[in-house]
């Protein structure tokens, strides 16, 4: 123990200084060494030493028996036996708190968290809901009614949680703060802890008659019905804010938001990728062989395209501006179809002769693909 400093020199301060000095050198040491404000190796022990220091020189009887027999009249491992600390610091920490809450922000201190205001405006949460609409509501938008649950204000105590015509007081306990707090000397030194009041639940307020429709919470739940307009061109998994119609806030804060989660329904023949729609359509083997009209359906009915004469089964065709409209951007995506060979089945005796007469007629360098893959094949 020969390397303890001594206390006025921990705080920097002269054996003369008047209390309001003794505290403001504690403020601005505490402050330099506190382990949140100070990272560097030994800032922690320097900490600890301030704060025994000041526990010490902030109370007079403990002042009076340090001027006089030094560290034996305040520390029992010194052997004085002039009272000492008698199992810890004994005397009154409200001084602690409010030094700390000045640059800790209120009651945190003595590396605690702080704890913000049980009354002050709080945001109230959102509200997230899931809606189901078809392929084409997506690609058109659509005008939808949603119903779902939010908590909204008492409508009998209007938010108070207090049966109408009684009041509400403030916990006597916590004096609103809804939080209790304790000091206290450790073997690692000086702490403060904070717990949720006991007798207000860290709500700063007692309410002597609760309100019977809310039970006391001054909100309830209830069904909320709201028409909402979904713009063309949302896709499945996109969320749809509605601001402030979500939970209410608390002690007069904001209401949360509305969050709509969409869920599209699939098509019977299309598939989208972004802005783009993607079709499959069957066409006979004489379609393609000899070209012609045929039939394409879009998401605004059908229109003809003209096939090339001789198309290869899978081609892929391309119809500008058919797709789906952007949010964010200007314009619709495509519509893209390929054309597939569809080979009839279950051919009559004479189809089957007029078909191998056709095929005897053909000449191999007719077939492109065929003949480019039998050429593969010899090399």
């Known amino acids: 123990m020969a390397d303890k400093r001594d206390y006025y020199e921990v705080l920097g301060i002269g054996k003369d200084a008047s209390e309001a000095e003794i505290k403001k050198a504690y403020r601005t040491m505490a402050k330099k060494y506190h382990p949140d404000m100070n990272k560097e190796a030994g800032a922690e022990e320097k900490f600890k030493e301030v704060n025994e220091a000041y526990a010490v020189l902030s109370d007079p009887d403990k002042k009076s028996r340090y001027d006089q027999y030094g560290f034996a009249g305040v520390d029992p491992n010194?052997?004085?036996?002039?009272?000492?600390?008698?199992?810890?610091?004994?005397?009154?920490?409200?001084?602690?708190?409010?030094?700390?809450?000045?640059?800790?922000?209120?009651?945190?201190?003595?590396g605690g968290r702080t704890r913000s205001n049980p009354?002050?405006?709080?945001?109230?949460?959102?509200?997230?809901?899931?809606?189901?609409i078809t392929f084409e509501e997506a690609a058109f938008g659509v005008k939808k009614r949603v119903e779902y649950y939010r908590i909204e204000s008492c409508p009998d105590c209007?938010?108070?949680?207090?049966?109408?015509?009684?009041?509400v007081d403030t916990c006597p306990e916590c004096r609103g703060s809804g939080v209790v707090t304790n000091v206290q000397q450790t073997i690692f030194g000086m702490t403060q802890t904070q717990s949720v009041c006991h007798r207000c639940g860290g709500s700063g307020k007692i309410i002597k008659t609760p309100c019977t429709k809310c039970k006391g919470k001054g909100r309830i739940k209830k069904k909320a019905k709201l028409e909402v307009t979904i713009?063309?061109?949302?896709?499945?998994?996109?969320?749809?804010?509605?601001?402030?119609?979500?939970?209410?806030?608390?002690?007069g804060g904001e209401a949360g938001d509305l969050y709509i989660v969409l869920r599209v329904t699939p098509h019977r023949i299309f598939e989208r990728q972004g802005k783009d729609i993607y079709c499959d359509i069957p066409v006979s083997f004489l379609d393609l062989m000899l070209g012609g009209k045929i039939k394409v359906p879009t998401l605004e009915g059908e229109v003809e395209h003209k096939l090339?004469?001789?198309?290869?089964?899978?081609?892929?065709?391309?119809?500008?501006?058919?797709?789906?409209?952007?949010?964010?951007?200007?314009?619709?995506g495509n519509l893209y179809f390929r054309v597939i060979a569809d080979t009839p089945k279950d051919i009559t005796s004479a189809q089957k002769?007029?078909?191998?007469?056709?095929?005897?007629?053909?000449?191999?360098?007719?077939?492109?693909?065929?003949?480019?893959?039998?050429?593969?094949?010899k090399i």
Not at 310 to 332: D, E, P, V, Y
């Open 78 to 110: 010194y052997g004085g036996g002039a009272g000492g600390f008698s199992g810890g610091f004994s005397g009154d920490f409200g001084d602690f708190g409010d030094i700390f809450s000045s640059f800790f922000g209120g009651g945190g201190g003595f």
């Open 119 to 132: 009354n002050a405006p709080r945001r109230g949460e959102d509200v997230q809901i899931t809606e189901t």
């Open 158 to 167: 209007h938010g108070s949680g207090a049966q109408p015509g009684t009041g």
């Open 231 to 251: 713009p063309a061109g949302v896709d499945n998994g996109n969320s749809l804010p509605v601001r402030g119609m979500g939970n209410m806030g608390k002690n």
């Open 308 to 332: 090339p004469e001789g198309t290869q089964t899978h081609t892929r065709f391309t119809l500008a501006g058919k797709g789906i409209a952007g949010i964010n951007s200007r314009g619709k």
């Open 353 to 377: 002769k007029l078909a191998e007469k056709l095929a005897e007629s053909f000449d191999d360098k007719q077939f492109e693909r065929r003949k480019k893959f039998k050429d593969k094949v």
